[in-house]
C-alpha cells in the first residue's frame, strides 16, 4: 500500500493547477443508511491505527464523473445552468434503487467498499456522462472512474506488504460486512482536493432527485 495521490484526468491533480474541478457524484447520507454507518464506524475502529486518512461522513460519496478538462472556476453560469438541465433530463427515466455496499476491500492506495450490483450503477454513470458530453464534448474528460466504488480512506504513507496483509485480514473480520445503500440523488458539485492531508470537500450546486425520489 502506497500513499493515495488524486488525479485529474489521468494527471496529478496539481495544487494550484486546478483549485476545483466539477464532478457528479451519489451523496452518500450515513443518516439515513444506519446500516452501512454501523460497517463504515467497524472498519475505521478496526483501522485507527493504520496510516489512513478516513473520509468523513458528510464527504462520503461515489464518483459517477470529473470535468477534467477545466477548472470549476472557468466553467461559465450558463455552462452550469445547460449542465444542471441536462442531467435533469437524463436522470428522470432512471429509478431510485438500492445496492449493496460490501466486502471492504484493502487497495493499493487506501480501503474501499465493493458495490453491487453494477447495471444499475452503470446505467448511472451512463446517464450522468452523457449529460456533461451534451454540454462539454466527448473530450471533457480523461478520468476513469473503473469499477464504481465507496471510497472508505486514503492511505497516507506507504506499508510493506506484512502489514498490508494485516489490514486486509482486520477489514475482513469485521461483520457484518456488508450493508444496503439507497440511491435516489445525483449531486453536481465543485470538488477541492488535498493531497497533503489526503482530503476531499466539496460545494454542492445542485441535487437532482431520481425519477419518483421527493426532493
Known amino acids: 500500500m502506497k500513499p493515495f495521490t488524486f488525479q485529474q484526468g489521468k494527471d496529478v491533480w496539481e495544487e494550484g493547477r486546478a483549485p476545483s474541478l466539477a464532478h457528479a457524484y451519489v451523496p452518500v447520507d450515513l443518516g439515513r443508511n444506519p446500516e452501512l454507518a454501523d460497517l463504515v464506524h467497524s472498519v475505521r475502529a478496526a483501522t485507527k491505527d493504520d496510516p489512513l486518512t478516513h473520509v468523513g461522513n458528510e464527504w462520503l460519496h461515489i464518483t459517477l464523473y470529473q470535468l477534467s478538462s477545466k477548472p470549476a472556476a472557468e466553467v461559465t ?3 452550469r445552468q445547460a449542465l444542471t438541465t441536462e442531467l435533469t433530463r437524463q436522470m428522470q427515466d432512471i429509478a431510485p434503487f438500492t445496492i449493496t455496499v460490501g466486502s471492504t476491500l484493502a487497495y493499493g492506495t487506501g480501503l474501499i467498499f465493493d458495490l453491487g450490483p453494477d447495471e444499475p450503477l ?11 458530453e451534451v454540454v462539454f464534448g466527448t473530450e471533457a474528460t480523461e478520468y476513469e472512474t473503473g469499477i464504481l466504488h465507496l471510497t472508505e480512506s486514503y492511505a497516507t504513507a506507504e506499508v510493506d506488504l506484512d502489514h498490508y496483509h494485516q489490514i486486509h485480514r482486520r477489514v475482513r473480520r469485521v461483520r457484518p460486512s456488508h450493508a444496503p445503500l439507497r440511491i435516489d440523488t445525483v449531486a453536481l458539485v465543485d470538488v477541492v482536493a488535498n493531497d497533503a492531508e489526503k482530503t476531499i470537500t466539496w460545494e454542492t450546486l445542485t441535487t437532482i432527485p431520481l425519477a419518483g425520489a421527493s426532493t
Do not use: G, I, Q, S
Open 122 to 132: 452503470n446505467e448511472l454513470r451512463t446517464a450522468a456522462t452523457r449529460a456533461f
Open 77 to 79: 453560469v450558463a455552462e
